[in-house]
């Protein structure tokens, strides 16, 4: 598929060609085959060497079957997946065979690979905000996709789009058709690009982790819509993710990969009731199970105590964001009313748009709230001057839900981390770099790291870098934005582990933002539910989890899947009764 050779001009000498072992179809295959996939290996080129990726998988996927690929980050299942659509990087080399129905894709003409993709296979992908076009409308996107494989009218194809965001449930297709991809929600954005992935009616659904920034409650309704096109189209579903609870809820079988190969597969009842390699039983037990309450005594809720000694208090708060031209005002924040303890940790949680990280950023100074009381270590934000705002920053910290993101990509980290102690402490020279080691020290991290740039690191070690250096300054208190959302299990067991660890050794109040509840169970003392900016309710996490008041509450905890595929059938077939 690429010449290396004239791209690599000058390496040493070596077969830079794309090999294509074994491209023959398999014999015997049976009749609802989708794909066939026989020692499947991916390497790419760096400065010196051939750096392998995958080592020679194999696997295959029937008809109206969902195959899990499951692993940590740089296992290979992404680069697997993209093999399969021809999307590797020049630098790529692929061998084995991929067998589609009968035609071998490795080694196959660049132009069969584009005829089929889109067409027999199509990608569910993660994030469906920069995988679409900011600049044009979702049904001129999907209506693009189906005019590029099928002779079709612009009207027909217009058509075509509304019936397929009908087919996904998407409310008022024939006004969304001509939406922008920022005009809808997530669960809606993901819906519209399951549509464009449905647009020609492809034998294979490549879902690359289509849930994971998703609530419960949306997460729940885009499975269950996999589920049932699934049945309607016949199509084979290639699952890409680290969620092992939505394993548990919709895979029939299961791969687990580990650095480029396969170290276990099975049905996913079995891979999970008993799996026979070490790797998988340490994956399985690094997933937070909600739950973990479930045997405590349900103690009386706090939410109607009086604060003691609060870091963070609000009082009937409200936050609007300001109208546009004849728009009125949005209230994001209506009374709300809640406070944290010193050393205390509460959750806050709720589906997107209910006001959770709107609180976040309004507690750090980044939205002024407009009404009622908000107080921040003393201050309050309401009506605060750039003074206040500013004293207030000195003890209230903030670790995002990215830290690629966040970390600005041109220092090393060690000066990242350093740069509040730098401008807040004066600190320089020796003693910076003296409490700089001593942070990485504190998050688990090689003093040598402090010379690395953020994409030098992995997921866990740059969010260990934003957790020290929102330690830097000793803060009060600590806003923890979504921080494990888009990490391996296995990763987001450490960070929580070392996250509980030095909230015990600081003594900082935490307001812990999050749409996991199991996550939210594990760290939290008390919880907060928030929906369309108002609470529902405040407890102790046993009051909450195990004896909520509030229906809104109950919905969200019947929503979250659990990581056993038989337990969870039981919630699946609950969760569609009570929303039936």
Request: charged letters at 25%.
């Amino acid at each position: 598929m690429f010449d290396l050779k004239t791209l690599l001009r000058g390496t040493p000498t070596a077969d830079l060609s794309l090999t294509a072992v074994g491209t023959d179809a398999p014999s015997g295959a049976a009749p609802d085959r989708i794909l066939d996939v026989r020692g499947l290996t991916v390497d790419f080129w760096t400065q010196k060497d051939w750096l392998p990726a995958v080592a020679g998988i194999d696997f295959t996927l029937d008809r109206r079957e969902v195959l899990a690929i499951v692993g940590e980050s740089g296992s290979g299942k992404s680069t697997t997946a993209m093999a399969l659509l021809g999307l590797l990087p020049p630098n790529a080399r692929i061998g084995g065979s991929i067998n589609l129905r009968g035609e071998e894709l490795v080694g196959a003409k660049a132009s069969t690979i584009r005829a089929i993709r889109g067409n027999d296979i199509a990608v569910i992908f993660q994030e469906p905000m920069t995988a679409m076009n900011p600049v044009y409308t979702i049904g001129f996107q999907i209506a693009e996709v189906i005019r590029s494989h099928r002779q079709m009218t612009p009207k027909a194809a217009r058509a075509r789009a509304i019936e397929l965001l009908e087919m996904v449930e998407i409310p008022e297709p024939g006004r969304r058709v001509d939406s922008y991809p920022h005009q809808l929600s997530g669960g809606q954005r993901q819906r519209a690009m399951i549509a464009m992935a449905l647009a020609n009616d492809p034998g294979l659904l490549i879902a690359d982790e289509p849930t994971t920034a998703l609530d419960v409650t949306v997460q729940a309704e885009i499975l269950e819509l996999m589920r049932d096109l699934r049945d309607r189209i016949d199509a084979g579903i290639l699952l890409i993710t680290h969620d092992m609870g939505v394993v548990a809820d919709i895979a029939d079988r299961m791969i687990v990969m580990k650095d480029g190969v396969v170290v276990e597969s099975g049905t996913a009842v079995d891979v999970y009731q008993t799996p026979t390699q070490p790797y998988t039983i340490s994956l399985l037990e690094s997933v937070p199970h909600l739950g973990n309450h479930s045997d405590a005594p349900v103690a009386e809720s706090s939410d109607v105590a009086a604060p003691v000694d609060p870091v963070l208090e609000l009082r009937d708060t409200i936050i609007e964001y300001p109208g546009r031209g004849s728009a009125p005002a949005f209230r994001a924040i209506d009374g709300v009313s809640f406070h944290i303890e010193r050393s205390e940790v509460v959750g806050l949680v709720g589906e997107s748009g209910s006001g959770k990280s709107t609180i976040g950023r309004a507690v750090v100074g980044l939205l002024p709230p407009t009404g009622g009381v908000m107080n921040v270590v003393g201050q309050n934000m309401v009506d605060a001057d750039r003074a206040t705002v500013a004293r207030v920053r000195d003890d209230v910290a903030i670790v995002f839900q990215d830290p690629g993101s966040s970390l600005n990509p041109r220092f090393p980290v060690g000066e990242s981390i350093g740069e509040p102690l730098r401008l807040k402490r004066n600190l320089k020279g020796a003693a910076l770099d003296k409490r700089v080691e001593e942070l990485l020290d504190q998050v688990s991290l090689s003093s040598s790291m402090r010379n690395r740039y953020p994409h030098e690191l992995s997921g866990g070690q740059r969010q260990r870098i934003g957790i020290a250096r929102a330690l830097a300054l000793g803060p009060k208190l600590l806003v923890a934005d979504e921080p494990t959302s888009a990490l391996d299990v296995s990763v987001q067991a450490t960070v929580l582990d070392l996250f509980a660890q030095l909230q015990r050794e600081y003594g900082f109040a935490c307001l812990f933002i999050s749409h996991d509840l199991a996550v939210v169970e594990q760290v939290s003392d008390r919880i907060a539910v928030l929906q369309n900016g108002t609470l529902m309710e405040i407890g102790t996490t046993d009051q909450v989890l195990n004896a909520p008041r509030a229906d809104y509450t109950k919905r969200l905890l019947a929503a979250v899947p659990v990581p056993d595929p038989v337990a969870q059938q039981e919630r699946r077939k609950e969760w569609l009764a009570a929303n039936s």
